[in-house]
């Protein structure tokens, strides 16, 4: 898996290239930074942002197990517009929990799936009745709950044997932990009482050093359930997550798992209908991959003082042009003289 062609390929003007294989970028040898896989159109070079507006990194913030003031994290991070992945326990959630889940969703947060009792699914007595239990029945009986199945599982304490794995993978479409085979540039930090706004920044700094996806994995704030973190140090860190936006893809588990894998199956095209109109498309092997995706478009010659305007999302910096094109439908650029 995750062999892709190494798509080096030179477009003239107007003719389209086809091609079978993603090329947005991939997990491993010369892909894995998107730079080989890209369209030459002209003078300039078409390829996918790694992360959306082209930002240096991702960074998810998950929570386990539900705890009773999970209120608090949610109206922490709903104070600062940002969402969060929320990790839920099918079997030990009450009543008035599931409706703060269900209005959690509606805000745009993420409810996960960490089972239906907690069991440790590394565990080799367990039958197949009981895995399914609590992978496959969870996931349906939140469902009920929220109105939405969750599309996300995060293991409870992160064990696993290869049934639970399999069975998991089956089930939904990210796991929080192992990752995938071969899967890369991507990192966990574990949150608790040790955890201090300064060692938070500092996994954050990396994560954009490093133009990886981070995952922040903890359970609850204030003293309350398994490993708690204060929550003026989740604030903290939050409000320092947030004032670094413009470079870091604050999103949920399940939406930047989505757009890697997207990335991985798709490729951009870029047609030169003539000097003031600009066609992009990006072209996907995945008919899941319906979001917007970044289109970065750089040349020497886009620094010539035109403006760009599209029929999505577009910004102009010196020689680059981003813009936010949905697979299968075209985006267009126009040019101001
Ligand atoms: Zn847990």
Redesign the pocket.
């Known amino acids: 898996m995750n062999l892709h062609h190494i798509v080096n390929w030179t477009v003239v003007l107007g003719i389209c290239a086809t091609l079978n294989t993603g090329c947005g970028g991939g997990t491993s040898g010369a892909c894995s930074a998107g730079a080989d896989c890209q369209q030459e159109v002209g003078a300039y070079n078409v390829s996918l942002a790694q992360y959306p507006g082209n930002r240096l990194a991702a960074v998810s913030y998950t929570f386990?197990?539900g705890s009773r003031n999970s209120d608090r994290i949610i109206g922490l991070f709903d104070g600062y517009g940002l969402k969060a992945t929320f990790?839920v326990?099918a079997g030990l959630t009450g009543e008035p929990q599931w409706s703060m889940w269900k209005t959690a969703l509606g805000n745009g947060h993420e409810i996960g799936s960490?089972?239906f009792t907690?069991t440790l699914l590394d565990n080799d007595k367990l039958t197949d009745q009981e895995l399914a239990y609590e992978i496959v029945d969870s996931k349906v009986f939140i469902g009920t709950k929220i109105g939405l199945e969750p599309e996300v599982f995060?293991f409870?304490?992160n064990k696993y044997n290869s049934k639970s794995l399999v069975l998991a993978r089956e089930n939904y479409s990210a796991i929080r932990f192992p990752f995938e085979q071969g899967e890369t540039g991507r990192n966990i930090l574990y949150l608790g009482a040790t955890s201090t706004v300064t060692s938070m920044n500092a996994a954050l700094d990396a994560a954009v050093e490093s133009g990886i996806w981070l995952t922040v994995a903890g359970?609850s704030v204030d003293g309350a359930g398994?490993s708690p973190v204060g929550s003026e140090v989740l604030r903290a860190h939050i409000s320092y997550a947030a004032s670094r936006r413009d470079k870091i893809w604050i999103e949920t588990f399940g939406k930047v798992a989505k757009y890697r894998r997207c990335w991985s199956a798709s490729r951009p095209q870029l047609i030169i209908v003539n000097n003031s109109e600009w066609r992009v498309d990006v072209i996907t092997t995945r008919p899941d991959c319906t979001s917007a995706m970044t289109v970065l478009i750089q040349g020497g010659g886009l620094n010539s003082g035109r403006k760009a305007r599209a029929t999505r999302a577009v910004r102009q910096i010196s020689n680059e042009i981003l813009v936010d094109v949905v697979p299968g439908q075209s985006g267009q650029i126009y040019f101001e003289n």
């Open positions: 386990d197990d990790f326990i960490h089972s907690h995060a409870p304490g359970h398994y």
